[in-house]
């Protein structure tokens, strides 16, 4: 179970950020209106959320996942692989120290949030153009001296691991058709989002909830047998951004030492 999140707000250069998106420009009172949201969604689903006010000169800081990988017994600090996002580190060490002692993913690493999935003691990495070889050793290698294991995954498609792949709860994935049936996941069950809908595979499990972005039906459908309570929330605007659900907080479970 979470009991603790922590997010940022999203500056007034948040336009300038990263991205692959031709779509509009966001818009920042939607923006910042969609952010309040989903830190209430987060409230009523029994988490305490730190909201960490905008980090000056980093436009895509509101999108703390990537900065941090955090578990019972430690939070490790990343070394995010677009230049524009290296310092943002600096800005959220305070907040994860609060919780948890800290360890580092080292140069010549790079290593993105995004691209690690958890599901219980076991860990999927990705590979990707933001996550190096390097980085997802040290990763393993951190988190396996606290017991889990990490398989590493290369990333193909989509900007992180999560963009494709996520952890529904009763063994099941749910995925893009680019990570359908692909040998790390072999043994769970899988759900393919539609075409057309691969947005949607950003659904994030938060306490037996999945929060899943709006205007994705036939997803949702298919979520439905899983007999699980769903909450859907309008990402229009960070979607503009290649952002989503997962890459705007930081979970926390309770700290084990
Ligand atoms: C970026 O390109 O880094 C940001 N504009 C979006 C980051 C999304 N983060 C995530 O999926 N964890």
């Known amino acids: 179970m979470f009991c603790h999140a922590i997010t940022r707000i999203p500056g007034p250069d948040y336009p300038l950020g ?22 209430d969604c987060l409230r009523t689903l029994g988490l305490t959320v730190d909201v960490l006010p905008a980090a000056e000169g980093f436009p895509d800081a509101c999108f703390v996942e990537d900065t941090a990988v955090v578990v019972r017994e430690v939070a490790v600090v990343t070394r995010p ?13 305070a907040a994860l120290a609060a919780h948890r002692p800290l360890a580092r993913i080292e140069a010549p690493g790079t290593l993105d949030g995004g691209d690690i999935l958890q599901v219980g003691k076991r ?33 193909a498609a989509g900007l992180h691991l999560k ?15 680019d990570f359908a049936g692909h040998p790390a996941i072999e043994g769970y069950r ?5 075409e057309g809908e691969e947005y949607a595979a950003n659904t994030l499990l938060v306490n037996g909830t999945l929060i899943m972005p709006c205007g994705y039906p036939r997803t949702r459908d298919l979520l439905a047998p899983l ?31």
């Open 18 to 39: 990263l991205t692959t998106s031709t779509m509009a420009a966001p818009d920042m009172d939607l923006t910042l209106a969609q952010h309040a949201a989903y830190v």
């Open 81 to 93: 692989g677009a230049p524009s996002r290296a310092g943002e580190t600096a800005f959220i060490e």
């Open 123 to 155: 860990f999927f990495i990705g590979v990707s153009d933001r996550t190096n070889e390097e980085g997802a050793r040290q990763l393993a290698a951190i988190l396996g001296a606290h017991g889990y294991e990490s398989d590493v995954i290369r990333v």
């Open 163 to 177: 963009s494709s792949l996520n952890y529904v709860g009763s063994e099941t994935m749910l995925v893009t058709a």
């Open 190 to 194: 899988q759900i393919v989002c539609p």
């Open 227 to 257: 007999g699980m309570p769903v909450v859907e929330l309008d990402t229009s605007e960070y979607r503009k951004m290649d952002g989503g659900l997962t890459c705007l907080s930081l979970r926390l479970e309770p700290q084990v030492s």
